[in-house]
């Protein structure tokens, strides 16, 4: 039933093989779509070379740059899009960013800058690409997106990111209202805690992730695989009732009290 054929798919925030984008693009690609990827460009290439390689196996017609920030680039993205695939009908959110002093220590400390940055690349760079997006879908469509559970309680060391989660959360419900009379779909993803590059600049993870190993009803907390498993599903027609939504992937830990 889950199939993705013919599907033209967006996956940004692929850094290397830990990323949960990575986890999700390899399942998109195992239902049948067709996907381009993004990478964060640097001076060195690097970024662009590791993307390209990595994600070779998955076939992706477009590898392109895109950084947030850069407006100029992100219309660049959406260009080529146009121009390769004159539509687009998924696109994966699966980017965030603070900076390492934002993500440890008193949470009334946050500075001015690190709070404009990390809402900006983390929380407004959804409601930028939509607003690309959109017109490249006006046949329908699905956007997902990348969220955590300090964006609703408290997480210590998660600090200014928990505000950008509750931001990025609410701009799912708020383009949900408004795409879905062109049948664009927008739901968020809320993920257990993994092992990736940007979940190690959070203090503590790792005992995050032990807690949630004793904690949780699953005794474990989630793979990018499953993360993926999810993002396909509500990728796909099969969802086609659900928008404006966050879906706990995170083996049942959200509902604990003690
Ligand atoms: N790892 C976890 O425990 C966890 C849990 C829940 C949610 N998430 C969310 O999942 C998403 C992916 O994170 P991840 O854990 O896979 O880490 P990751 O480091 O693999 O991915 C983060 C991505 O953000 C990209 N990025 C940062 N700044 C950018 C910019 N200015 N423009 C474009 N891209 C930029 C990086 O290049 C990287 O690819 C994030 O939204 C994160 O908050 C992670």
């Not at 006006?138 to 989660?165: C, Q």
């Not at 701009?171 to 979940?199: D, H, K």
């Not at 949630?212 to 796909?236: H, Y």
Request: glycine share 10%; aromatic share 6%.
């Amino acid at each position: 039933m889950l199939d993705l054929t013919g599907k033209k798919a967006l996956v940004t925030g692929i850094a290397n093989n830990r990323s949960i984008a990575w986890g999700i693009a390899q399942q998109l690609h195992k239902a049948g779509a067709t996907l381009g990827v993004t990478y964060l460009p640097d001076d060195r290439g690097r970024a662009q070379k590791k993307v390209t390689d990595l994600s070779a196996s998955l076939d992706p017609e477009l590898v392109l740059p895109c950084n947030v920030q850069d407006e100029a680039q992100l219309q660049s993205t959406f260009d080529a899009i146009e121009e390769k695939w004159d539509r687009l009908d998924i696109l994966v959110h699966c980017l965030a960013f603070a900076g390492k002093d934002e993500l440890s220590g008193d949470f009334s400390q946050t500075s001015r800058a690190g709070f404009t940055q990390a809402l900006e690349i983390s929380a407004y760079s959804l409601i930028q690409m939509s607003a690309v997006a959109k017109p490249l879908m006006s046949e329908g469509g699905s956007i997902l997106t990348l969220s955590y559970l300090g964006g609703v309680r408290v997480i210590p060391n998660y600090n200014v990111m928990g505000i950008a989660k509750a931001a990025l959360e609410m701009n799912v419900r708020y383009l949900a209202a408004e795409l879905g009379s062109q049948n664009v779909r927008v739901n968020g993803i809320s993920a257990g805690p993994i092992r990736t590059l940007a979940s190690s600049a959070v203090g503590g993870i790792l005992d995050m992730i032990h807690h949630v190993e004793e904690t949780a009803p699953l005794k474990r907390t989630v793979t990018q695989l499953e993360v993926g498993n999810a993002a396909t599903f509500l990728c796909s027609d099969l969802a086609s009732g659900i928008t404006g939504q966050v879906v706990y992937v995170d083996s049942g830990y959200s509902i604990m009290g003690m």
